[in-house]
């Protein structure tokens, strides 16, 4: 049986395709639309640096735009506690100036997302929004399939909880 | 998991801004900058080859080397023969020796191949002969022949030794001292007592010492004949002394020595010298091994870092996995 080779589209293409992806997945790991736009440009400015390292035999281009989405997202949050306890220090409690994407999402839906972790959020972004197999998923997380079909869901299993108390409320 | 929160999660997506989307037009349809052209990888699958190759290419250019120099049992290698009978004392060698003999030589001239004492000259004259011989009964034969040869060429037995330590199999070694004069007869006699397996000839020349010593013993008799008393008699005695050291090498230049071994094991056959090729084969692989070996030792050296880089490494990834998960938990 001849093995087909999967083909290497070019960068603007990937672009193209898969922006939204890249922009959902940051929004629900960030729940800022501002730096999950500035998130999404500056991955595909680190894409632009590394495509040539890029191996469609290894994964397809969304799980290889999404692993570097997450890595600038993991050092934003990074960033964003290192100055949220800088202002906790100094007593100067300001409120997160950023805002849930309020045109895109149910209030409650947005309410119920927001009590959850980033990490529940993340998986339900990968699995749900974006719609990976739980091998690609799970290779966006560092983490076996197994384990991540577990984590979407007890993710899920909590969404529910928040967005039943939600209703109820 | 509900399939109605599933369709509304899904349903919900959002979209990105068409500003971010002109944003990342802009940078994903610029010019990528070039790759560096000298990672880590790509040295690393360069040389790893490289230094395979130059290491076969030395193992194969040191087994080419010394294939075509000559070995110590190769091809080229030197076959002394003795030669046949000649007169050494001509040749005022102070010591002449003549290694084991050579195999493929025919049996007559094995027979004579024991050069003969220089004739007119002192000389100590040794030889060792190594017979083989059918069973221990011709073993036993063989020796009381050897003695009384010995004898009937007016020479004496100085030692024997005779031993069979299992049926069938023994030596005997004979230490026989002949006549100077009868001693190429002697060993022509020998020769054809068994199969040579081989012969060694020794000759030093005495007559030089023997010489001095006569010179000395003149020298101190002409000065004894002018003195008197005491000195006289000291110098008669030292006189003495040298005539009796001198008598001693005469006795000495007087009968050779033989050393006649005989055995019942059949020599095994030594191992055909390599060709070329094979030379050149086993070098090459002996430097690949010793190459191994040397890339073995630094491993083993070097694999209680390696083992601590690597955990380190590991360790380091599973921490920093960690801690994004905790991060993830807390965001």
């Given amino acids: ?169 | 998991m509900s399939p109605e929160l599933v369709a509304v999660l899904r349903s919900e997506t959002p979209a990105a801004p068409d500003a971010l989307r002109e944003r990342v037009a802009a940078v994903t349809t610029a010019t990528p900058p070039a790759p560096r052209r000298f990672t880590a990888r790509r040295v690393l699958a360069f040389a790893a080859p490289v230094v395979a190759a130059l290491s076969l290419a030395a193992a194969v250019a040191v087994g080419l080397n010394t294939a075509v120099s000559p070995g110590p049992g190769g091809e080229s290698a030197a076959k002394v023969a003795p030669p046949a009978a000649q007169d050494v004392g001509a040749r005022e060698a102070p010591g002449l020796t003549f290694g084991p003999i050579d195999e493929a030589a025919p049996e007559s001239s094995r027979r004579s191949a024991a050069p003969a004492p220089g004739a007119g000259r002192a000389q100590d004259y040794r030889a060792t002969l190594t017979l083989l011989v059918d069973g221990t009964g011709e073993l036993s034969t063989t020796t009381q022949k050897a003695l009384r040869t010995a004898r009937r060429l007016g020479g004496y037995v100085v030692a024997v030794s005779y031993s069979s330590p299992e049926p069938g199999e023994g030596t005997a070694a004979v230490r026989l001292r002949i006549p100077v004069s009868r001693v190429q007869a002697a060993i022509v006699e020998f020769s054809g007592l068994g199969r040579i397996l081989a012969q060694d000839t020794r000759i030093s020349d005495l007559q030089q010492g023997l010489d001095e010593l006569t010179r000395e013993i003149r020298r101190l008799e002409r000065r004894a004949a002018t003195l008197k008393g005491e000195e006289r008699a000291r110098l008669l005695a030292q006189i003495a002394r040298l005539r009796s050291q001198r008598a001693q090498v005469n006795r000495q230049a007087a009968f050779a020595t033989v050393n006649l071994d005989l055995t019942t094991h059949e020599p095994k056959e030594p191992a055909a010298a390599p060709g070329r090729l094979e030379r050149a084969l086993d070098d090459a692989v002996g430097i690949l091994l010793a190459e191994l070996a040397i890339a073995a030792y630094a491993l083993i050296v070097a694999s209680p870092l390696l083992i601590l880089l690597a955990a380190g490494l590991l360790g380091n990834r599973a921490y920093r996995r960690h801690a994004d998960q905790r991060l993830l938990e807390r965001a």
């Avoid at chain 1, 500056?42 to 040539?52: K, M, S």
């Avoid at chain 1, 035999?57 to 993991?74: F, K, P, V, Y």
């Avoid at chain 1, 506690?81 to 100094?90: A, K, L, T």
């Avoid at chain 1, 950023?98 to 699995?127: F, G, K, T």
């Fill in chain 1, 1 to 169: 049986m001849r093995c087909m080779r999967p083909v290497r589209h070019s960068l603007a293409d990937a672009a193209e395709r898969h922006l939204d992806d890249v922009y959902r997945y940051v929004l629900y790991l960030t729940r800022d639309p501002q730096a999950a736009e500035d998130l999404t440009a500056e991955t595909f400015e680190r894409a632009v640096r590394l495509w040539h390292r890029f191996d469609p035999a290894r994964g397809s281009e969304r799980t290889w735009l999404c692993q570097i989405a997450r890595t600038a997202a993991l050092d934003h949050l990074r960033a964003e506690e290192r100055r949220r306890r800088r202002e906790e220090r100094y007593a100067s409690l300001a409120e997160r100036a950023s805002e849930p994407d309020a045109e895109s999402l149910s209030p409650w839906l947005r309410q119920a997302l927001a009590s959850l972790s980033a990490a529940d959020r993340e998986v339900i972004a990968l699995r749900i929004i974006l719609d990976l197999d739980p091998a690609d998923a799970g290779r966006v997380l560092g983490i076996s399939p197994s384990a991540c079909t577990t984590r979407l869901s007890r993710a899920l299993q909590r969404l529910e909880e928040k967005v039943g108390s939600q209703r109820v409320a």
